[in-house]
């Protein structure tokens, strides 16, 4: 069996087709050989995991690696500092024993003792007599000791994880003078700096010591387009598909900005589920530019665990909604300061970036996922939704969609709907309702996504993707006639970018005398119909 494209667990080199993370192992293979102590924290399906496997085997030449993983201890281990200290040292056993130790050597006694306190004991076992064992291990190891620990984040809110952060910073700072672990690795969605996220209000007084030790880790993670290129260009030596592996690589990277998880969900779509269906018979035809499309309409209606966190964190966190509703509908511009809580939130759990000091969604899949989101909760009671549900099916000929006839129409359902509405209202609203009423139109056939670089309170472009052909919509806020013609300055060199050679231009006007209508505009050679409302 060949290799495939995989989203669950760890990716394996010999099963998987994988980016190449060689040069990112050596980075943090360097931290290690400095002797840190540091998080590897990053938002889920991020590939932490897969991470640490690569780097256990990098290191165990020089060191002697224990991997763990928390997730083995579960939840009710931690109940008290007895059952944790057992179910770790059982755990760090077991890892351990993985690695050979001499026959009759100090290791061998030294592990032995500490098994006889762990798995025979009759079930005391104190933090404090565990991290003596341990320190007893790294003494009589002939190789530094590196501990590595897996979703150490799992089970946090609690004292006792707490108090074994201490230990471990304890012993660790002291390694010149007590035998103690060379290196310390955590990896999680939250570091050791804002672990305290998890405590909850009513329990600050946990929050100690543990969180001022841990080095930066600024080893990027994400995949770069050449990234992508590297693991394409493995799978078409083997499949012989004809793609262009640059230009798929950055479409790629368009819609994931470089998120492992989306870039390898994508891909194994493209592969399993496009290929062989319906107008892509071969996948010659899947790789394409209208194949990766098909998967994104795919990946945006799927239920997946890393939309499911997106969802939940918004509901478990309203401010954090309120905010990310605001970047999208409002085009709010926020500085990006990791001061700001729900800011340092968002970006720990990788919803947002920053660009230029803006704080900005992370990628262009999560930023639609959202509009989704926002937009479902509004079109059960929405007139405009409405609307473009009961007119969406005289907007597709021959499978063209009629984008002129689109903003025709909802000029005519605005003036009737909300012309009377003021300034505040509109300048919030209107970018909306045309997603709104757009949304039913293009539903099961095309997508849509906002150009983030021109998003502002002024001004929003959105890409409308239907059946291969791209549409260009620049929304904007009517600022007078010298703001407008730049407005159509800049759609036109917008247009140029796209090799689209009609766009479209919907101003909302607030202005008493104002002239409503739909006109046609020559700039350069493209044509922009303009409709303002």
């Given at each position: 069996?060949?290799?495939?494209?995989?989203?669950?667990?760890?990716?394996?080199?010999?099963?998987?087709?994988?980016?190449?993370?060689?040069?990112?192992?050596?980075?943090?293979?360097?931290?290690?050989?400095?002797?840190?102590?540091?998080?590897?924290?990053?938002?889920?399906?991020?590939?932490?995991?897969?991470?640490?496997?690569?780097?256990?085997?990098?290191?165990?030449?020089?060191?002697?690696?224990?991997?763990?993983?928390?997730?083995?201890?579960?939840?009710?281990?931690?109940?008290?500092?007895?059952?944790?200290?057992?179910?770790?040292?059982?755990?760090?056993?077991?890892?351990?024993?993985?690695?050979?130790?001499?026959?009759?050597?100090?290791?061998?006694?030294?592990?032995?003792?500490?098994?006889?306190?762990?798995?025979?004991?009759?079930?005391?076992?104190?933090?404090?007599?565990?991290?003596?064992?341990?320190?007893?291990?790294?003494?009589?190891?002939?190789?530094?000791?590196?501990?590595m620990i897996d979703e150490v984040d799992s089970a946090a809110n609690n004292q006792v994880f707490l108090d074994f952060l201490a230990q471990l910073r304890a012993y660790y700072?002291?390694?010149?003078?007590?035998?103690?672990?060379?290196?310390?690795?955590?990896?999680?969605?939250?570091?050791?700096?804002?672990?305290?996220?998890?405590?909850?209000?009513?329990?600050?007084?946990?929050?100690?010591?543990?969180?001022?030790?841990?080095?930066?880790?600024?080893?990027?993670?994400?995949?770069?387009?050449?990234?992508?290129?590297?693991?394409?260009?493995?799978?078409?030596?083997?499949?012989?598909?004809?793609?262009?592996?640059?230009?798929?690589?950055?479409?790629?990277?368009?819609?994931?900005?470089?998120?492992?998880?989306?870039?390898?969900?994508?891909?194994?779509?493209?592969?399993?589920?496009?290929?062989?269906?319906?107008?892509?018979?071969?996948?010659?035809?899947?790789?394409?530019?209208?194949?990766?499309?098909?998967?994104?309409?795919?990946?945006?209606?799927?239920?997946?665990?890393?939309?499911?966190?997106?969802?939940?964190?918004?509901?478990?966190?309203?401010?954090?909604?309120?905010?990310?509703?605001?970047?999208?509908?409002?085009?709010?511009?926020?500085?990006?300061?990791?001061?700001?809580?729900?800011?340092?939130?968002?970006?720990?759990?990788?919803?947002?970036?920053?660009?230029?000091?803006?704080?900005?969604?992370?990628?262009?899949?999560?930023?639609?996922?959202?509009?989704?989101?926002?937009?479902?909760?509004?079109e059960v009671n929405s007139r405009i939704f409405a609307a473009g549900e009961m007119d969406k099916n005289q907007f597709v000929r021959n499978g063209i969609l009629d984008m002129?006839?689109?903003?025709?129409?909802?000029?005519?359902?605005?003036?009737?709907?909300?012309?009377?509405?003021?300034?505040?209202?509109?300048?919030?609203?209107?970018?909306?309702?045309?997603?709104?009423?757009?949304?039913?139109?293009?539903?099961?056939?095309?997508?849509?996504?906002?150009?983030?670089?021109?998003?502002?309170?002024?001004?929003?472009?959105?890409?409308?993707?239907?059946?291969?052909?791209?549409?260009?919509?620049?929304?904007?806020?009517?600022?007078?006639?010298?703001?407008?013609?730049?407005?159509?300055?800049?759609?036109?060199?917008?247009?140029?970018?796209?090799?689209?050679?009609?766009g479209y231009l919907l101003s909302f006007n607030f202005n008493k005398k104002k002239e409503t209508g739909v006109k046609e505009l020559q700039i350069d050679g493209k044509t922009?119909?303009?409709?303002?409302?």
């Amino acid at each position: 069996m060949g290799k495939v494209f995989n989203v669950t667990a760890d990716c394996k080199p010999q099963f998987h087709y994988m980016v190449d993370i060689s040069g990112r192992l050596r980075e943090i293979a360097c931290l290690v050989d400095m002797g840190e102590y540091f998080t590897i924290n990053r938002a889920r399906q991020y590939g932490k995991t897969t991470t640490l496997r690569a780097l256990k085997q990098v290191l165990e030449d020089r060191y002697l690696v224990v991997s763990l993983d928390f997730q083995k201890i579960g939840d009710t281990k931690f109940r008290n500092e007895n059952t944790f200290s057992i179910a770790f040292s059982r755990l760090f056993l077991r890892a351990l024993c993985k690695n050979e130790c001499s026959a009759g050597s100090q290791m061998e006694e030294c592990v032995q003792a500490f098994s006889d306190a762990a798995v025979k004991c009759s079930g005391s076992l104190e933090l404090l007599e565990m991290f003596e064992y341990l320190s007893d291990i790294c003494g009589a190891s002939e190789k530094p000791v590196v501990l590595m620990i897996d979703e150490v984040d799992s089970a946090a809110n609690n004292q006792v994880f707490l108090d074994f952060l201490a230990q471990l910073r304890a012993y660790y700072i002291d390694r010149d003078v007590t035998p103690a672990f060379w290196s310390v690795i955590l990896a999680g969605v939250y570091d050791v700096k804002n672990l305290k996220r998890k405590i909850r209000t009513d329990e600050e007084h946990k929050v100690n010591s543990p969180w001022n030790i841990a080095a930066d880790f600024n080893v990027e993670m994400s995949f770069s387009a050449s990234d992508i290129s590297g693991m394409l260009a493995e799978y078409e030596a083997d499949y012989h598909t004809g793609m262009d592996v640059r230009e798929i690589s950055e479409i790629l990277y368009e819609y994931t900005s470089g998120y492992p998880f989306l870039v390898s969900r994508l891909c194994q779509i493209v592969d399993e589920r496009i290929a062989g269906s319906d107008g892509f018979p071969k996948k010659s035809l899947a790789w394409t530019r209208e194949g990766i499309l098909g998967a994104v309409k795919l990946i945006l209606a799927e239920k997946n665990t890393l939309f499911e966190t997106l969802a939940n964190k918004l509901a478990e966190y309203p401010e954090l909604k309120e905010m990310l509703y605001a970047i999208l509908f409002s085009g709010d511009k926020i500085s990006f300061n990791h001061d700001n809580p729900v800011i340092d939130l968002a970006a720990m759990l990788g919803f947002v970036k920053s660009e230029q000091g803006t704080m900005m969604i992370a990628n262009r899949l999560f930023e639609t996922r959202l509009y989704n989101l926002f937009l479902s909760e509004e079109e059960v009671n929405s007139r405009i939704f409405a609307a473009g549900e009961m007119d969406k099916n005289q907007f597709v000929r021959n499978g063209i969609l009629d984008m002129d006839l689109v903003l025709r129409k909802f000029m005519v359902y605005w003036q009737d709907l909300y012309s009377r509405e003021d300034e505040k209202f509109i300048e919030d609203n209107g970018r909306k309702f045309f997603l709104l009423y757009l949304k039913p139109i293009i539903n099961g056939a095309g997508n849509y996504y906002i150009e983030s670089r021109t998003r502002d309170r002024g001004r929003t472009d959105v890409i409308v993707d239907y059946n291969g052909n791209q549409y260009i919509v620049e929304i904007k806020i009517w600022r007078g006639n010298e703001y407008n013609k730049r407005g159509e300055r800049q759609l036109a060199d917008y247009m140029e970018a796209y090799h689209a050679q009609r766009g479209y231009l919907l101003s909302f006007n607030f202005n008493k005398k104002k002239e409503t209508g739909v006109k046609e505009l020559q700039i350069d050679g493209k044509t922009i119909v303009e409709v303002v409302v």
